[in-house]
């Protein structure tokens, strides 16, 4: 098994594809071969691709995903591995990390939840909201209070993230199961948002107004408001002032096709 491991380790430190991809395929021989219980040192060899900086080397990109997919593979018992992952410190690997968890899906979803209460740290909280955003099931409605509480961050990357996962929740939960009270919250928090100093955060907030508008979860006066509120923002209404950061005009621009008919 050493041997395995150190040939899969030296294949995998490569910088040339090929050899790569035989170290995943050898990586997933020996996984068959151990069993997935026995496979915990192999996941710590395979993340180490997690750290492939892909607009560095976009080459490496689809090896990147063969990685991921095989980590995934391995099931729900590497979840908590990948969760303690999320504190890597370099977001090359937490991004990998958080789109892992987002493929294993509904069961990623309650230890995200609970790494998110326990912890204090706004980096750590914002990566464990990302990761959410990643999960494309109805489910992650039960992490709709996190991106609330999120969105009212002093923390602006926090603020940023829950703007965004907001959006990413709008498009995996159905509008029958978006509950009245979590809805109207998600659409003041988008608002609120829209007045923040940042052009990212609120060039996010916008995107996610737009989604929440696209995927049916605003009334037929929501949809008019939102409109408006795009209309200002581009310009187009008299005695308002556009906004100054070109980022949110497009991302109005955006948003004011699934409210036109408002």
Known sequence: MEDSHRSIEKLLASSKPEEIRQGLKLAKSEIARVGI???????????????????????????????????????????????????????????AVAQALGRIGDEAIEPLIAAYESSSDPARRSFVLYALGKIKSPNVTKAARLALEAAQSYDLELRDTAARA?????????????????????????????????????????????????????????RQRVRTTCLIILGREENYEWDRAYVVRKEAEEALAYVIDG
């Not at 978006?178 to 659409?187: A, D, H, Q, W």
């Open 37 to 95: 219980s026995e496979a915990k040192s192999l996941f710590e060899i395979v993340s180490t691709i997690f750290h492939i900086d892909p607009l560095d080397r976009p080459d490496l990109l689809p090896v990147l995903d063969e990685a991921i997919s095989l980590v995934v593979s391995f099931g729900k018992w590497i979840i908590p591995f990948l969760v303690e992952q999320l504190d890597a410190g370099d977001i090359k690997a937490q991004m």
């Open 166 to 222: 907001i959006g990413k929740f709008a498009e995996s939960i159905p509008p029958s199961q978006l509950t009245g009270e979590v809805r109207k919250g998600f659409i003041k928090e988008l608002q609120s948002n829209l007045a923040n100093p940042n052009p990212g955060i609120r060039a996010k907030a916008m995107r996610s107004l737009g989604k929440l508008a696209k995927y049916g979860h605003l009334t037929t006066d929501e």
